[in-house]
């Protein structure tokens, strides 16, 4: 990526409140379509960025890290000229937002994480390693990691569908690294103690990121971070319950505004 280029992304919205929004793992930025018609765009701003090698961005090569998510955010938004924000993410986006607030303490208003990996990362066990690491080829693995993380409750449709969109919206390279880096990147130690306000959602059906993974975690690490429980939804609440997320989401950045 030149000087003059920028991150891909999509701006929606034309309110004061400026929001930088970051994906998971599975795909670019339409893992938001379904909340796409919900969104508050009288009084926020949101910025849904797309990684390095997805989506808007497929066609710009990097390193595929969580470091380099953060940076190519932060980037982003002193292009867009946003002097303080607000920052969302889902999944590894979740664990990205974390570094952010890391980096830029002082000017992310409040940060909302999604099903957040933390970040200590999530380390796999030996039969996590092969399930995991044959998904950037293996559309049987992908289907069982999906049918993991949302107890298996939804159609098959549903599946087959967010599995092309990963094929669709990724390159098999960075799907397999970006794994590795949410899986093995583990900046905890530099982060205890941030007092950015954080709200950690989590779904009641993700067998995967649970309520007892922040405990343990985020609500340890962060002075000033609140759990919330996203009713009938596992991994993807954006997707599964898209108003009530919209809903959770922006009431809690309304009041760091």
């Known amino acids: 990526m030149g000087k003059q280029d920028i991150i891909g992304h999509t701006l929606i919205g034309s309110g004061k409140e400026k ?3 970051l994906h998971g793992w599975w795909g670019d930025y339409t893992a938001y379509e379904a909340m796409l018609p919900y969104l508050d765009s009288k009084n926020f701003t949101y910025a849904f960025m797309d990684y390095r090698e997805y989506g808007k961005s497929l066609n710009i090569t990097g390193n595929h890290t969580i470091e380099e998510i953060a940076n190519d955010a932060i980037k982003l938004v002193d292009f867009l000229g946003w002097k303080k924000f607000h920052a969302v ?7 990205a937002v974390q570094k952010i607030m890391g980096k830029e303490s002082g000017r992310v208003k409040s940060v909302v994480a999604i099903t957040p990996v933390p970040a200590c990362g999530s380390p796999l066990d030996a039969d996590g390693r092969t ?6 080829k293996n559309d049987e693995n992908r289907f069982a990691v ?3 993380i949302t107890s298996g409750r939804l159609s098959a449709s549903w599946y087959d569908y967010i ?3 990963s094929h669709e919206t990724t390159t098999v390279k960075a799907f397999h690294d970006y794994m590795l880096a949410w899986t093995e990147t583990d900046f905890s130690d530099d982060i205890k103690g ?3 306000p954080i709200l ?11 309520a007892d993974t922040m405990e343990k975690t985020l609500l340890t690490w962060y002075p000033n971070a609140t759990l919330g429980i996203i009713r009938n939804s596992g991994h993807f609440p954006m997707s599964e319950t898209p108003v009530w997320l919209t809903t ?3 009431n809690y950045m309304k009041k760091y505004a």
Do not use: C, P, W
């Open 248 to 250: 959770v989401m922006e």
């Open 19 to 21: 929001v930088i929004i």
């Open 200 to 210: 950690a959602l989590v779904g009641e059906y993700d067998q995967a990121i649970t």
């Open 89 to 95: 993410g889902h999944s590894m986006g979740g664990m």
């Open 146 to 148: 999906l049918n993991f």
């Open 131 to 136: 399930l995991f690491h044959g998904a950037a």
């Open 163 to 165: 599995i092309r969109r």
């Open 194 to 196: 941030n007092k950015t």
